[in-house]
C-alpha cells in the first residue's frame, strides 16, 4: 500500500481510498477504454453528484518518422479524460 497526496487538498492517503477521508475528492482510477461505461463510483469532486458525463479528451500525437513502419504514421494516444458535472458545472480533467 502506498501513500499518496491529494489533489483537492495534499493531505496523504491510502492509493487504494476511493476518495479522500479529508475533503472527499473522488480519486481517480486507472482507467481503460473498456472500463469506461462501469465506473459506479466516479462523482464530481465538488458537489459529489454521480450525474457527470465525459464531454472528451485530449489526444497525444505522436508521428512515427520511421520510413521502414509507414502504416504506423499517425498514432492518437488518449491521454486526458474531461469531465463536465451536469449538476455544478464544473469541469475536470483525469488522466488515462
Ligand atoms: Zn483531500
Ligand atoms: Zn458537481
Not at 476518495?19 to 459529489?48: A, Q
Request: with cysteine.
Amino acid at each position: 500500500m502506498a501513500l499518496i497526496k491529494c489533489s483537492e487538498c495534499g493531505k496523504e492517503i491510502s492509493d487504494k481510498a476511493e476518495s479522500c477521508p479529508n475533503c472527499g475528492y473522488v480519486l481517480p482510477k486507472e482507467t481503460f477504454w473498456g472500463d469506461m461505461k462501469s465506473l459506479p463510483g466516479k462523482r464530481c469532486p465538488r458537489c459529489k453528484s454521480t450525474n457527470i458525463s465525459m464531454s472528451g479528451n485530449r489526444t497525444k500525437t505522436t508521428m512515427n518518422l520511421n520510413p521502414l513502419k509507414p502504416f504506423t504514421l499517425v498514432n492518437h494516444k488518449p491521454t486526458k479524460q474531461i469531465w463536465t458535472c451536469m449538476s455544478c458545472g464544473k469541469t475536470w480533467m483525469e488522466k488515462m
